[in-house]
């Protein structure tokens, strides 16, 4: 069956470390894998985009790899800070020929003063 | 900074009712979703929409469900006969054909089904 799997566990670090969130997928073929930031009782925003052609992407603090052999997408949040606090969703869009996102579980992420 | 705009925020039903949740996507945008999200559960994919139809849709939404653009800014999520297992956070969405800039959601819509 398909799965995105991402750690159920929160993910607590201090402030300053980088954060590391894993996404991983069976039986899916992506061409576009995304991450997006959920706060409590509001919608995902997006964060950034991936495509299967590229191995890695940065955008400020934040860096997402894609490996399609592992099946596995790894984001990167540097420097962290409390404000960085949040849900992270991975998302997979396997380009079809029409838009459909499919959300992971989420990682929950604290960032400790 | 555009944004998709749900009403109401919160919605209290009782079971069997039909409710109506509104959406006004970004202007530009082509393409159109509804997901929902239970409970402390992941985000779950309804209906995509494009060019005025269904461009895909999940095993969730069955006929109890219907949704309709019918204007030229409006687009709407209609939930028949609901049931207790409806109650979920309905998130309404829109994408522009360039995927880089991802989707952007609205806030929600709380639905409560007693």
């Known amino acids: 069956s398909q799965k995105i799997e991402q750690n159920s566990e929160a993910l607590n670090i201090q402030e300053g470390k980088t954060a590391t969130l894993t996404c991983n997928y069976t039986?899916?073929?992506?061409?576009?894998l995304q991450w997006y930031r959920q706060d409590p009782g509001r919608g995902p925003v997006f964060l950034l985009l991936?495509?299967?052609?590229?191995k890695e992407k940065r955008k400020e603090r934040l860096k997402v790899t894609f490996d399609t052999t592992l099946k596995q997408s790894l984001f990167h949040i540097t420097a962290s800070q409390p404000a960085d606090s949040a849900t992270y969703l991975c998302a997979l869009d396997e380009d079809t020929g029409f838009q459909k996102l499919v959300f992971g579980t989420g990682t929950r992420l604290l960032v400790s003063p | 900074e555009p944004e998709v705009t749900q009403t109401p925020s919160h919605q209290v039903t009782q079971m069997g009712q039909e409710v109506i949740l509104r959406c006004v996507p970004i202007s530009n945008h082509l393409y159109f979703y509804w997901y929902r999200q239970i409970l402390g559960q992941k985000v779950e994919f309804l209906v995509s929409?494009?060019?005025?139809?269904?461009?895909?849709k999940s095993e969730i939404f069955d006929d109890q469900f219907s949704v309709e653009r019918p204007d030229g800014s409006n687009f709407t999520l209609k939930i028949r006969s609901t049931k207790l297992e409806d109650s979920a956070m309905y998130f309404c969405a829109s994408s522009p054909t360039d995927r880089n800039y991802g989707y952007t959601f609205g806030s929600g819509t709380r639905l409560t089904v007693v």
């Open positions: 991936i495509r299967e052609n590229e």
């Open positions: 039986n899916y073929s992506p061409a576009y």
């Open positions: 929409f494009y060019n005025n139809e269904i461009s895909e």
